[in-house]
């Protein structure tokens, strides 16, 4: 069956952005990615061919030939041209294994074999004798722990036939990111360029912290003491823990800045920061603080249901 218009397949029309692209893959490939439809070859199918879309669209040479119509929507040059050089593409000839990190997609040399037979049976009677072809981009998924993905970590794939891949996630990556590894896909033909390898990030959610954009922000409990008299306490940050300082007569959302300790600075992007929010927690309350908050006299100034009651 001939690939579809990768336009079609993104939902998109001709002259999309980069940006309208890229946000259509990304919400696509989350609806449809294998590892959350396990068992539906229908889902499985249809995450092949968006990666394949995509790859052809975010590729900006291959993007443009393909509006030019030298190639057509697997990568494939038009058969009418005398010098044919096709693309033989991940999303055509690999099989996904579902799973998190250390897994991904594998093809065997059968696998491998189709691919070629296929598109010597299509280039008959317009193809060079000895063609060059570029190899398959192979497709990937990566479960990286949250502060990995906000300080950078070198974590290692394994590929197919047991072989691994040592891949350096920057600091600050996404969820959904999808890093593009140049030479690390399948071989070429008659020494044809090697594909690549397209791996896409899953960012495992932290127990307390949670990002915004390059900042980082999570709630601390603080002692009734601490929020009255205010003081020193030790707080946790992506880079490790630190000592500030509650001011006196803090509430439960009060919010604390910690400069530069959200994602780190890199690629000239500044550094973010780190928001606290305070949670008052009472704790157990013995007999003075009791009796001293049953002799102590109500100050209706102080009701903190105001304006939600129509009280005065």
């Known amino acids: 069956m001939a690939a579809r218009d990768p336009y079609e397949v993104l939902g998109l029309k001709p002259g999309a952005s980069d940006k309208d692209i890229r ?5 696509l490939a989350k609806k449809h ?4 439809n396990p068992g539906n070859k229908s889902a499985e199918e249809r995450f092949k061919e968006l990666s394949g879309a995509n790859d052809l669209l975010s590729d900006p040479d291959r993007r443009a030939r393909y509006d030019r119509g030298e190639i057509d929507a697997s990568g494939q040059e038009r058969p009418q041209r005398p010098s044919w050089q096709g693309h033989a593409e991940g999303p055509q000839g690999t099989r ?15 696998d491998i074999g189709d691919i070629f037979a296929e598109l010597f049976r299509r ?10 072809m570029r190899g398959g981009d192979l497709q ?24 691994h891949l040592d891949v350096r ?12 590894l140049k030479g690390q896909g399948q071989p070429g033909l008659n020494g044809g360029p090697t594909g690549d390898a397209l791996i896409e990030i899953h960012v495992t959610p932290h127990p307390f912290f ?50 530069g300790k959200g994602v780190p600075a890199h690629a000239g992007q500044p550094a973010g920061d780190a928001y606290v929010t305070l949670k008052v927690v009472i704790g157990a309350v013995d007999d003075k603080l009791e009796g001293f908050l049953r002799d102590r006299a109500p100050d209706p100034a102080g009701n903190p249901r105001r304006g939600m009651t129509g009280d005065a």
């Open 33 to 36: 990615h294998p590892d959350l």
């Open 23 to 27: 946000g259509a893959y990304r919400k």
């Open 169 to 180: 996630v920057p600091p600050g990556i996404e969820d959904g990111q999808v890093m593009r």
């Open 210 to 259: 949670r990002r915004d954009g390059r900042d980082i922000r999570f709630e601390v409990p603080v002692t009734l003491a601490e929020a009255v008299l205010g003081g020193k306490i030790t707080v946790p940050t992506p880079s490790g823990n630190l000592s500030v300082t509650i001011p006196h007569h803090s509430d439960t959302g009060a919010q604390l800045r910690l400069r």
């Open 140 to 163: 990937y998924t990566l479960a990286v722990d949250f502060l990995d993905a906000i300080n950078g970590a070198t974590q290692r794939l394994t590929l197919p036939q047991g072989k």
């Open 96 to 110: 996904y294994r579902p799973g998190g990190a250390g897994n991904g997609a594998t093809v065997d040399e059968q």
């Open 123 to 132: 280039g008959e009677g317009s193809a060079q004798p000895n063609m060059r």
